[in-house]
């Protein structure tokens, strides 16, 4: 039989809706004060206090509201060039081919970008994946601060920093 197949995660920052950030206290201080955490995936690090996303900190003491979202790509790009190409391209191809005979290299470059472009575009209908981000609410608006591709690895850190946000 062959090999096991292996899951990856693979994290993304998510630059802020804002540009209007909440910064860690003081530059100076770094990002990591010994706190124990409560949950840690590569960058991102919740402890009692705050949230640590790579050089990010947000308090939760700050965050009002924690929700996950989850964003489909547009697939109309990919399905408008495989629709495309194979209705008009490859038919228009096909009569240049018996009714010009002058231009037969042009056919063929024609031909070859037209099979490049409906072929990537189907690789790229199979490849899209929706990927889901962290969103809290803050006092200056919602914030996107988190995103990855696992929707299991959002929804375990939203329930983290839920339960780990002090009650109001």
């Known amino acids: 039989m062959g090999e096991p197949m292996a899951v990856v995660t693979v ?5 802020p809706v804002r540009e209007v950030e909440r910064r860690p206290e003081s ?22 206090e705050r949230l640590v996303v790579g050089a990010r900190a947000w308090a939760l003491r700050d965050v009002r509201q924690v929700e996950t979202v989850r964003r489909t790509p547009k697939l109309w790009p990919y399905l408008l060039a495989v629709g495309l190409g194979g ?9 240049l081919s018996v009714t ?7 056919f063929e470059v024609g031909l ?12 790229a209908l199979l490849l899209v994946e929706e990927k889901h981000y962290l969103v809290l609410g803050l006092p200056d608006g919602a914030r ?4 990855s591709r696992d929707a299991q690895l959002i929804a375990r850190l939203a329930g983290t920093v839920r339960e780990a946000r002090p009650r109001a």
């Open 112 to 123: 070859a970008l037209t099979a490049l472009g409906l072929f990537s575009s189907m690789a």
């Open 100 to 106: 010009v005979t002058a231009m037969q290299g042009a």
């Open 87 to 95: 209705a008009v391209g490859l038919p228009l191809l096909s009569w």
């Open 27 to 48: 530059p100076s201080q770094p990002v990591d004060t010994g706190e124990p955490s409560l949950f840690q995936a590569g960058q991102v690090r919740v402890t009692r």
């Open 11 to 15: 994290l993304y920052p998510v630059a």
């Open 144 to 147: 996107r601060v988190f995103g």
